[in-house]
């Protein structure tokens, strides 16, 4: 069974950084595509960033510039580091892999 655990939310200050990990299990193949999602209280989530396992990466409009997705180098993880921080990033991130596999989700908390 494949899980997706994530780790590195908190809170901070605006303008400053923080590292979001995920780490799958449970899988015997290379997923294509992971990526992080979003989502707050009674909103859709919504993608933050994606990439593929050839290094190809998508960002929302909102993250280019400040964040920065990435692949780990043991195999199905994934890394976003987020950068200059707003009160406006605050929300439950979520690791995502293969179209399919959801983690447990993250707090991210950013404070004015």
């Known amino acids: 069974q494949v899980q997706l655990v994530e780790s590195g939310g908190g809170l901070v200050q605006a303008g400053g950084s923080l590292r979001l990990s995920c780490a799958a299990s449970?899988?015997?193949?290379?997923?294509?595509?992971m990526g992080w999602y979003r989502q707050g209280p009674g909103i859709r989530r919504e993608l933050v960033a994606s990439?593929?396992?050839?290094?190809?990466?998508n960002y929302a409009d909102s993250a280019k510039g400040r964040f920065t997705i990435s692949r780990g180098n043991a195999e199905n993880t994934v890394y976003l580091q987020m950068s200059s921080l707003k009160p406006e990033d605050t929300d439950v991130y979520y690791c995502?892999?293969?179209?399919?596999?959801w983690g447990q989700g993250t707090q991210v908390t950013v404070s004015s």
């Open positions: 995502h892999a293969q179209g399919r596999y």
């Open positions: 990439i593929t396992s050839f290094g190809v990466t």
């Open positions: 449970g899988s015997s193949f290379t997923f294509n595509v």
